[in-house]
């Protein structure tokens, strides 16, 4: 499809055949009408047509301009708030186009879209979107209608999400087809680097920096394809283009020094394609930077070959299909194109989800960047300003990206002390120049670092605050404007740091920051484009948790040196050194043929300390041992080495950060004992816990006295018990924010976002933000003030130093009333009793203590669940397999008869050495050849010789060889034994083999049945089985059983499914052997003051579930240690049978539901009923008042 259009009419014809639009234009419209006629940048406007109300408007423009644009728009919002438009800009000659639409959300900035159209040549996705406007075949019934649909088509995340996908499918090809590198692991990294380059020349080249041409890399492609014969793109374009054109500086003679296929690349460039060709730019620059320096592993010493059908596919695919924009998106104003921004995204979601788990690296949205950005920034101005008052700060900060940021006519909300005033004069909190001066200089001292950087979202957020600050504020006070450009560079060089661990994220976060200097960049010619800076020594790859190598600690060690003389600026013994280390930094980022010197310089200085360090700590070996340590640093970070002029030089007067902001990897405490460095993180802390503990811990570390802390982590430790520790450290200090957030992005937990200041706070109270963004959207963040989904609260930090555990909770009114009635008394029998329950075993040591108190207990008490109840998680038999067993006639039973025929299909008979092997023990086997085949032997032969052919496979083969713990047996009643007339002796050590051997077994429930449950697992409970579950329970290697609580087997109870959800799952147990997975409780208080059903309804209940969610565990797995500290009232005669009849109703309905006399639907909705009845008697037991 292609679209002509060369003037006004061909837009209106277009809209009314093509889109099904109203034919109904009206040319020439007087912009007077409109709010817009001083607008002298607009030639003539066009009503295109008029569709429902919905408006279509053409302006044609002398230059199409992004400010210009938004200006327009913002005239139209302001004249009609409730008008919904498509706003279309064109240049005097119809070859560049640009499609506007906005809207107002929460924010009180305008939501803008912008589709740009260059030179007439649309993309697939710009036909695609403006298909998405198409009114044909819809229904349409008015202008909200086609809102709707403009909303959906102007998406910049499905443009995201789309690119994301077609990346990935290229790095798949492109690892496939490269040549020379045998690794696979090597060949993807190459991939990834090599594609990577592309885009950032794809940026590039739309600023016309490649010899003048848009599209110069695809042009090259296809002079390539075209030549005869045909020539080799990676070859004779990519090679010479990165390492000799790019790579290398535009000195005198450039031109003759290098090869004669990067001299092609600069002489007789002849266009392949119609898109016009800029003169002043004909040539390539010197971009200098490292992104096109031949990497060390991949390109030096290798013999790469790439064909050129994969870079077709490449072009087809990806680099043609979309816009590439270098304006990165602001969130509330975006292109509908793949921006810089977008990067780094491709970054965290290149990582398969293996590495996602291993590394947790997530992405955070823009929004959240921001608004985290802006607080931890405002926090360091309000903490440091002596001559600005804290209003204008605020309102600064707040109203940053206004137009209008100090018109008398400014609306604007400004937040102090906790609360929110309405301003609508903007001019009063203007500043003056000395004030201004004052910000100014402060933004010129302030350090940030972000110690998990990734792919450097928090860094361009900082870079892109400070800018605009500095811009806004140089207009306004100094009527003067900024250089972009030599700014950016500036913040980048003096402000900015960041550490990750992973190679490819540092990669990514330079190629973004260098994109970010390109953007502001405007040169008259391929001379006067400057060389871009080196970043090597400022975003870093190491290992920001560990400051120790082969067991030394560089950081103590430089910390703990003596006799430092006051005169120098640097420890004494190590003076010449940093100062080297120092010098050679700061001129290594402008640096260009001289870096290879520098480095050198840098390296020498720090092998001459590490040796120091290592001879003073008796750890010297060899030299070699040493250039080791400095050249393998991404395995640990030596703050002192990697940043000196933070944390050694003395004439910086604190050490440490100002600012430490970030998203640290979730990664839990299990894949932490994956990690290589696992026990190097349990010598340096202390402890092996999640990882996001450690980078709090190392956050505060780097952060000098009164900086500033901004975090989004896992919300794990609000509630949970081996969190406590951060919780403590961020009530110790001085905690300025705790949002929750909503689901922010595609991580595997939910998020919290703590803003924290390092100043000791443990003995003084104070008020801090509370927030409750859970129901809110991300594009919440874009103005917390103004939002309606979410919930704001100014507690004391009292209230949580004072909580149960210190758990976080959100105050809302039922929170604050289980804080005020019960919380105290709860404290008080956790702190005398708690550390006598938190295990089965101290329950059995202190059963006489525990039973004197039991029977103390009255009416109206309240109690623990773990004061009044013994029990915990069960049997782990280690070979389900082989124990364990199906009851036929079940749902249960009757799959497993299908999938038993589907894994000894795939297992032995499509194995040909197997199935010969099982056709020695009987010739039935060998002529088996088909799943059916299969089937019908399964059906001929009993279940006992299946048991014995599926034990024998096991045996002989392995036993995980239908899958680790498929349990196949399918058993008969006539097997299963009636436990209630089992001895004493038969309990405990097993049943005779020629009786009823099977009894219940209780594995839990993934369903997450309530009230009650019929398991149609069964145990075998022989007398062999239960010798070797005893005798050989704990012991190491495969299929070795766990035997837990044995003295709770065959004893009625309640037990829990530990999913989290809405409601909690508690059902009543019979008699039975449960599972590890059914962590199971018996009540020990005698049955005519609690029962288990009554203990099973409050656990059911609504409130019980907040509870436990707020004050207890607000992760989704409720735990055995958990369940013991939920509080219980002892209940009178009359509220103990009223509860027990409705939990026996429950049950009943349950079980007419598993008999299948009711459908589950019928059985939910008189469960509901119940339901009612319990959680308002809980409610009115609690005494907690519902809104």
């Avoid at 045998?182 to 739309?206: E, T």
């Avoid at 060089?493 to 994220?505: H, M, P, R, S």
């Avoid at 190097?680 to 709090?696: A, C, E, I, P, W």
């Avoid at 991300?778 to 555990?805: A, E, G, Q, T």
């Amino acid at each position: 499809m292609t679209i002509q259009i060369e003037c006004k009419e061909d837009v209106a014809k277009y809209f009314s055949e093509k889109l099904g639009y109203e034919d109904n234009a009206y040319f020439n419209y007087e912009k007077y009408k409109m709010d817009i006629g001083n607008i002298h940048e607009i030639k003539s406007m066009h009503l295109i047509s008029d569709t429902k109300g919905f408006k279509v408007w053409l302006f044609e423009v002398y230059d199409i301009e992004t400010k210009l644009m938004n200006r327009v728009a913002n005239r139209l919002y302001n004249a009609n708030p409730f008008e919904y438009n498509l706003l279309i800009f064109v240049d005097k000659d119809y070859r560049n186009y640009t499609l506007l639409h906005y809207h107002k959300e929460n924010s009180e900035n305008l939501k803008i879209r912008r589709l740009n159209i260059e030179e007439r040549n649309f993309t697939k996705t710009d036909y695609d979107i403006i298909n998405g406007l198409s009114l044909q075949n819809k229904r349409i019934t008015d202008d909200l209608d086609i809102e709707i649909e403009y909303r959906k088509a102007f998406s910049i995340e499905k443009v995201t999400k789309d690119f994301f996908e077609e990346f990935k499918n290229e790095i798949d090809n492109f690892e496939k087809s490269i040549k020379g590198l045998d690794k696979k692991d090597d060949r993807r990294s190459y991939a990834i680097l090599l594609i990577n380059r592309m885009i950032f020349l794809y940026f590039i080249q739309k600023k016309g920096w490649l010899n003048g041409k848009k599209d110069y890399l695809y042009d090259r492609f296809l002079f390539c394809e075209r030549h005869n014969p045909k020539l080799n793109y990676y070859d004779e374009v990519l090679k010479p283009l990165f390492f000799e054109c790019l790579n290398t500086p535009l000195d005198k003679g450039f031109i003759e020094n290098r090869s004669e296929k990067a001299r092609k690349l600069y002489e007789n460039f002849e266009s392949q394609t119609d898109l016009e060709c800029d003169l002043q730019f004909h040539g390539i620059p010197y971009l200098n930077g490292q992104l096109f320096e031949r990497h060390e592993k991949y390109e030096i010493g290798t013999d790469i070959k790439i064909d050129n059908v994969v870079f077709k596919k490449l072009f087809d695919n990806l680099l043609n299909k979309y816009n590439f924009t270098v304006r990165e998106d602001l969130g509330h104003d975006a292109d509908v194109a793949v921006d810089p921004e977008l990067l780094g995204r491709i970054f965290e979601n290149m990582i398969n989800l293996e590495e996602r788990k291993e590394t947790g690296s997530f992405y955070t949205p823009r929004p959240i960047i921001n608004y985290m950005c802006k607080q931890s920034l405002k926090e360091y101005l309000l903490d440091n300003i002596q001559l600005t008052t804290p209003e204008k700060i605020i309102y600064l900060i707040d109203n940053i990206e206004d137009e209008n940021l100090y018109s008398q006519n400014r609306i604007a909300k400004i937040e102090r002390d906790y609360k929110t005033f309405e301003t609508s004069d903007g001019s009063k909190y203007r500043v003056n120049k000395l004030e201004a001066k004052e910000i100014l200089n402060l933004l010129d001292e302030v350090k940030i670092c972000d110690p998990a950087v990734g792919s450097g979202a928090f860094i361009l957020g900082m870079l892109q605050l400070i800018l605009i600050i500095k811009k806004k504020l140089n207009y306004y006070a100094f009527n003067r404007n900024i250089n972009l450009y030599e700014t950016k560079k500036n913040i980048i060089e003096k402000n900015l740091y960041g550490v990750d661990i992973q190679e490819e994220a540092i990669e990514i976060a330079h190629l973004r920051l260098w994109l970010s200097l390109t953007v502001e960049y405007e040169a008259k010619s391929i001379e006067d484009i400057k060389p871009l800076p080196n970043f090597n020594y400022k975003i870093i790859q190491g290992n920001s948790l560990i400051s120790q190598f082969e067991g030394v600690d560089f950081d103590e060690n430089v910390a703990n040196i003596k006799n430092i003389q006051q005169t120098t600026m640097f420890p004494s013994q190590f003076q010449d050194e940093f100062s080297i280390i120092v010098s050679n930094r700061q001129a290594y980022f402008n640096a260009t043929t001289n870096k290879k010197e520098i480095e050198k310089k840098i390296f020498e200085a720090e092998f001459s300390i590490i040796k120091r360090i290592l001879q003073d700590t008796n750890k010297y070996k060899t030299d070699e041992q040493v250039t080791k340590i400095v050249k393998n640093k991404e395995k640990y970070c030596s703050w002192s080495l990697s940043f000196p002029e933070i944390f050694v030089d003395k004439s910086y007067q604190e050490k440490g950060f100002d600012i430490v902001v970030g998203n640290p990897p979730y990664v839990n405490s299990k894949d932490v004992n994956k990690l290589h460095y696992k026990d190097v993180l349990h010598d340096s802390y202390g402890y092996r816990d999640d990882l996001y503990n450690y980078f709090l811990i190392r956050g505060m570390s780097i952060l000098k006295d009164k900086g500033v802390l901004a975090y989004i982590t896992s919300d794990t430790f609000l509630t949970i018990q081996t969190k406590l520790n951060l919780r403590e450290l961020l009530q110790d200090k001085y905690l300025k924010e705790l949002i929750i957030t909503p689901k922010a992005f595609d991580a595997l937990v939910d998020t919290v976002i703590f803003i924290v200041k390092n100043q000791g706070k443990k003995s003084i109270d104070y008020s801090f933000k509370f927030i409750d963004a859970s129901n809110g959207t991300v594009n919440d963040f874009l103005d917390l003030k103004s939002s309606n989904n979410i919930n704001r609260y100014n507690p004391n930090i009292k209230l949580y130093r004072n909580n149960l555990m210190k758990v976080f909770f959100k105050p809302d009114n039922i929170n604050m009333q289980i804080y005020e009635k019960h919380i105290p008394k709860v404290k008080r029998l956790y702190n005398k009793w708690w550390d006598k329950i938190d295990n089965s075993r101290k329950i059995k040591q202190n059963a006489e203590e525990l039973d004197i108190y039991r029977k103390s207990l009255k009416p109206g008490d309240i109690t623990l669940l773990g004061l009044i109840t013994e029990g915990g998680v069960g049997l782990q038999t280690g070979d389900n397999g082989k124990l364990l067993g199906i009851i036929e006639g079940t749902k249960l039973a009757n799959s497993t008869k299908t999938q038993r025929i589907e894994k000894f299909y795939n297992s032995i008979i499509k194995d040909e050495e197997r199935k010969q092997e099982v056709s020695k023990w009987d010739s039935k086997y060998r002529n088996i050849e088909t799943k059916n085949d299969v089937e019908r032997l399964f059906n001929t032969i009993g279940e006992n010789e299946i048991r014995h052919l599926f034990d024998k496979c096991k045996e002989k083969f392995d036993r995980n060889i239908f899958g680790r713990g498929f349990i196949f047996r399918i058993i008969s009643q006539e097997e299963i034994a009636d436990v209630s007339k089992l001895s004493k002796e038969e309990i405990e050590n097993g049943v005779d083999d020629n009786k009823r051997v099977y009894v219940p077994y209780d594995k839990g429930d993934r369903d997450g049945n309530r009230w009650y449950l019929e398991t149609p697992y069964y145990l075998n409970w022989s007398k062999e089985s239960v010798k070797f579950l005893v005798s050989n329970s704990g012991k190491s290697g495969g299929g070795m059983p766990v035997v837990r609580n044995k003295d709770y087997y065959f004893r009625e109870g309640f037990c829990w499914t530990d999913v989290n959800s809405i409601y909690l799952k508690s059902r009543v147990k019979n008699k039975s052997v449960y599972d590890v997975l059914s962590m199971s409780l018996f009540s020990m208080i005698d049955k005519d003051k609690i029962t288990e059903k009554y203990i099973v309804a409050l656990i059911n209940s609504k409130f019980m579930s907040e509870l436990v969610q707020d004050f207890l565990n607000g992760t989704s797995h409720f735990q055995i240690n958990d369940a013991r500290k939920v509080p219980i009232i002892i209940p009178n005669k009359k509220q103990l049978a009223f509860i027990n009849n409705l939990v026996d109703k429950a049950i009943e309905i349950k079980k007419l539901q598993f008999s299948e006399h009711i459908s589950e639907v019928k059985a939910e909705e008189k469960l509901n009923k119940i339901q009612y009845k319990i959680d308002k008697f809980v409610y009115d037991l609690y005494d907690i008042k519902v809104e």
